[in-house]
């Protein structure tokens, strides 16, 4: 169907969400197994530095590790609160982060980062001008820090107020919360069906009945990415295939032997990638194979891949060509793969 669609349902008994735009898969999200959820909040003991690395591990509940990038001069069994940042690769410590956020759809409210914040991509001066307004009464006596996200442009104010009160609200019991010195959860990460309200565009349709998924094709659309290569048009296609070392991608022309097939399948392929690793819910390194083309071409190719990722929500680093001429990424792991989550 035409307009955008979000469905909430469960596959084999986890909870998922899918956005589908003109009848597209556009983003999935399916709950994972036992780690803990980014945004999950912990307080946890510092436990020994890395030494060359600049990071502490610290102690979790129930005997779980993780890791704290930049904490020099921290000494062990100090309590702390720390924010789950991402999923960790198979058998490492969770990564984790002491810029505790409290994130909602209108509002993040920042306890470390004093100071009232509007999103950049609000650009209309009135408006900026009008949500400050609403921003600063609502934050008024309070120390911690609040951003407006760019879904309070659509938003009235009633609802601006309310979610900024609870994002508040939620800090201040977390942050003041000193009742033990062990580790402790404190905060558990949103699942998909929060994370779909919270951070995607608002739908046309919203379907949260049992049996969402087959009523707008969501489990078809999923086969696309799941089986096979991921079709690109004019008989491309572009595999993706997670080893244990790194995610790989090859590009492929298919049966067109034109002088511009390559930079075609390329072009289409670049455009597509950042939707397929979202989906698939890929990320750490990432190889690319593109399709023999001139080195002329690099540099629109590369264009065409910042622009793609520049509107992508999960963080991506474009790292560049090999001598062998691949081209790598890195990518944030702020998902599990797909392909370990669902029902075999």
Known sequence: ??????????????????????????????AGGDAPRP????????DRP????????????????GFLRKARGLAP?????VQVTGYGEPGKAVPLADRVLFKSRHAIVTPRAPGINISRAIRNADLRDALLEIAHAAMEGSDFGLILRSAAADADEKG?????????????QVMGDDSAL????LFEGPGPHELAWRDWP?????????????????????????????????????????TRALVAVDVNTGADTSPAAGLKANLAAARALPRALRILGLGGQITVDFAPLPQKDRRLLETTLRAAFRSDAVETALV??????????????????????LPK
């Open 50 to 65: 890395l030494k060359g690395q600049g990071g502490m591990m610290m102690r979790l509940p129930g005997g779980a590790t």
């Open 182 to 185: 062990g580790p402790e959860l």
């Open 1 to 30: 169907m035409k307009g955008r669609v979000i469905a909430l349902d469960h596959i084999g008994g986890r909870e998922a969400a899918a956005l589908m735009e003109d009848g597209r898969l556009a983003d999935f999200l399916i």
């Open 160 to 172: 601006i107020i309310a979610d900024i009160a609870a994002m508040r609200r939620l800090a201040e």
């Open 202 to 242: 608002a739908p046309d349709v919203l379907a949260d009945t049992s049996g969402a998924f087959a009523d707008h094709g969501v489990a078809e659309a999923l086969d696309a990415f799941l089986n096979g290569p991921l079709q690109l048009g004019s008989g491309a296609s572009m595999w993706i295939e997670p």
């Open 320 to 341: 560049g060509w090999t001598p062998l001429g691949h081209y790598e990424l890195q990518r944030k792991r702020e998902r599990q793969p797909i392909l370990e989550l």
């Open 77 to 81: 069994g100090r309590a702390m609160l």
């Open 39 to 46: 945004g999950t909040i912990f307080r946890a003991l510092t």
